[in-house]
Nanobody, 123 residues
Framework: VQLQASGGGLVQTGGSLRLSCSVSKRTSSNNGLGWFRQAPGKEREFVAA????????NYSDSAKGRFTISRDNAKNTGYLQMNSLKPEDTAVYYC?????????????????WGQGTQVTVSS
């Protein structure tokens, strides 16, 4: 399974970005999908997750109300819409496929990872 994250870039505070995660195999349609991020010098942290049918989502406290995760299983693609971006959102964002069907939040529950896409929010 290969994942390709895209859509990152440089944006001003308050701006928006939409990240995409393309998954190479249809297997992903039975698995949860998640987004994590890692800022320089910090550990990778959970951002958002969605169950395989899309009926359940989970967000970190920092993402709630600003980010929206979604998926299109027919296209083997997941998305992360990020609004009202802040400088503290600056990080490399990774998408991942869970070992399970639910919207899991722990890093260890994910078995496949993409290469990451850089998001930089200027103040």
């Amino acid at each position: 399974v290969q994942l390709q994250a895209s859509g990152g870039g440089l944006v001003q505070t308050g701006g928006s970005l939409r990240l995409s995660c393309s998954v190479s195999k249809r297997t992903s349609s039975n698995n949860g999908l998640g987004w994590f991020r890692q800022a320089p010098g910090k550990e990778r942290e959970f951002v958002a997750a969605i169950s395989w049918r899309g009926g359940t989502t989970n967000y970190s406290d920092s993402a709630k109300g600003r980010f929206t995760i979604s998926r299109d299983n027919a296209k083997n693609t997941g998305y992360l819409q990020m609004n009202s971006l802040k400088p503290e959102d600056t990080a490399v964002y990774y998408c991942a496929v869970s070992r399970y069907s639910g919207a899991t939040t722990s890093l260890g529950s994910y078995q496949y990872w993409g290469q990451g896409t850089q998001v930089t929010v200027s103040s």
